[in-house]
């Protein structure tokens, strides 16, 4: 299911569907050690997203594949978050992957527009899924 949302957000913004990505998957003194060690916030998150090239030439594997980056989620934050808004834990980890996967792709939700875009993008990616809010 979570190489799906990476395939879907891949499609959806016309990037190379033979794109790398590392997908960890943690919990949350895992995420909380990365979290303050990368962003200098001593609490746990649900999810991080470290692109390779921000703002740089596309990176490459051996292979001659896009580098897009890593995805960390927390299994524990996904678990509290899907009971909180009240679905299933599958389509929080989906949600969560979305996320990430657009952030490696570049986008962000730090203004009005860029926020609306980036729900609406995830939206439709997990629709796509069969998984709708």
Do not use: W
């Amino acid at each position: 299911m979570l190489r799906q949302a990476v395939k879907l957000s891949l499609l959806r913004m016309k990037a190379d569907q033979k794109a790398e990505v590392s997908l960890t998957l943690t919990d949350n003194p895992g995420i909380q050690e990365l979290n303050k060690a990368y962003r200098n916030i001593d609490r746990p998150t649900d999810v991080l997203s470290f692109p390779i090239n921000e703002g740089q030439a596309l990176a490459c594997s051996g292979s001659g594949r896009q580098l897009l980056g890593d995805i960390i989620i927390s299994t524990d934050r996904a678990a509290e978050q899907a009971v909180a808004y009240g679905h299933s834990y599958e389509r929080e980890m989906a949600f969560l992957t979305v996320h990430g996967m657009l952030h490696l792709l570049g986008l962000d939700h730090q203004t009005e527009s860029e926020a609306a875009r980036m729900e609406e993008l995830q939206r439709q990616i997990l629709r796509a899924m069969g998984l709708p809010r």
